[in-house]
């Protein structure tokens, strides 16, 4: 890992996220870009240490005052004696947050994305859903979402929720980085529901297969019974006092997406400990 992107709107849910990424890049040697980005209908990229800016027709009077007042924020924020001795680069730009998130990600060669969120409940997460869940269905490298500041040095315990089923191994490759780093136990859990349940045999069998298939180590397995999958997670990772939850997404979208839903996407919302996501589309 090299690169983390941390998408800032100046929220206290995106501070938070900077100051996780502030924790890895300085466990790690690793670089930071934080990105703010102003909706508009075009796309600019400004370096906050520099201008960038060439239109200076009377229409792009207000989005000039605009982004120079941002620059400043951003230079404010990432001068901080919290974010000293860290290879950190802020940038501004104008289009649509998700895409620019995106294209931030392919431009900057990241691998990871950490981003702050608020989470949503009842119609709210039916009819808006968010950039940070857009992010987390299609991104390709990792995201972890945070609600709340995160002491890089108290994760100690992370659930991995798998259906042992799918071909996982660029999760598990990526999620050891950050085991690696954080040097946490793994609670390798599978969630049986009314809809989908295994016995105890045939898990601890698939759980053997898997640990083995992917070499992983200081890890606890665990199956555990509840209506529904996301319950399930949640649940558990209370039980194990879990500091973080890592979990793939499907990527889905359109009516497919309506229909199934995303696990990884509601935990991103319910969650009150961060969340670690990888599409597989990624």
Not at 240 to 269: F, M, P, W
Request: hydrophobic content about 40%; charged content about 20%.
């Amino acid at each position: 890992m090299k690169t983390i992107l941390v998408p800032i709107d100046f929220s206290e849910q995106s501070k938070y996220a900077l100051n996780f990424a502030a924790q890895l890049a300085k466990k790690g040697n690793l670089q930071v870009h934080a990105i703010n980005i102003i909706e508009g209908p075009q796309n600019h990229t400004f370096n906050t240490m520099g201008d960038g800016f060439a239109n200076e027709s009377e229409d792009y009077f207000f989005l000039k005052q605009l982004i120079d007042k941002t620059k400043e924020n951003m230079n404010a924020l990432l001068q901080s004696k919290a974010y000293s001795g860290i290879d950190v680069i802020g940038s501004v730009e104008v289009g649509n947050p998700y895409q620019s998130i995106s294209k931030a990600i392919a431009d900057h060669e990241a691998d990871l994305v950490v981003m702050g969120s608020k989470g949503a409940s009842g119609i709210d997460e039916v009819l808006i859903g968010s950039n940070t869940e857009k992010v987390v269905r299609f991104a390709k490298c990792p995201v972890v979402t945070i609600k709340s500041e995160v002491n890089l040095t108290g994760i100690k315990n992370i659930v991995l929720a798998t259906n042992l089923e799918e071909d996982q191994t660029k999760l598990i490759q990526k999620l050891k980085e950050m085991q690696k780093i954080t040097g946490a136990k793994l609670h390798l859990v599978k969630i049986n529901t009314p809809n989908s349940f295994h016995t105890q045999r045939q898990m601890e069998e698939e759980f053997a297969k898997y640990i083995k298939e992917h070499g992983l180590g200081n890890i606890q397995t665990a199956i555990y019974n509840e209506s529904s999958e996301e319950d399930g997670i949640l649940f558990y990772a209370e039980d194990v006092k879990a500091d973080l939850i890592a979990i793939g997404t499907h990527g889905r979208t359109g009516l497919l997406h309506l229909l199934s839903g995303s696990i990884a996407e509601d935990l991103v919302n319910h969650s009150q400990i961060p969340v670690w996501t990888l599409s597989r589309k990624g």
